[in-house]
């Protein structure tokens, strides 16, 4: 009457990978005790923006002042 059965192995079913009513983007990693915090998310439109002006103003700025002795200082 009684069966040889192994118990299942104990998996907590109500504990999933990612905590209850947060989103993957919004868990928060800790570095150096807590005093470092970082979170994954998106890069604003206007951060981007801004990168992009500032890398084409350095080309600009490369091209027309490259060489030479510098400012004043052409002779």
């Known amino acids: 009457m009684s069966e040889n059965t192994t118990p299942a192995p104990e998996t907590p079913a109500s504990e999933p990978d990612e905590p209850a009513g947060k989103a993957a983007h919004e868990e928060l990693?800790?570095?150096g005790g807590g005093h470092i915090k970082?979170?994954?998310?998106?890069?604003?439109?206007?951060?981007l923006a801004v990168y992009a002006v500032l890398f084409v103003w350095a080309l600009y700025y490369g091209y027309r002042y490259w060489g030479g002795l510098g400012p004043g200082l052409d002779y």
Do not use: K
């Open 29 to 31: 990693e800790e570095y």
């Open 38 to 47: 970082a979170r994954h998310g998106r890069v604003n439109g206007w951060l």
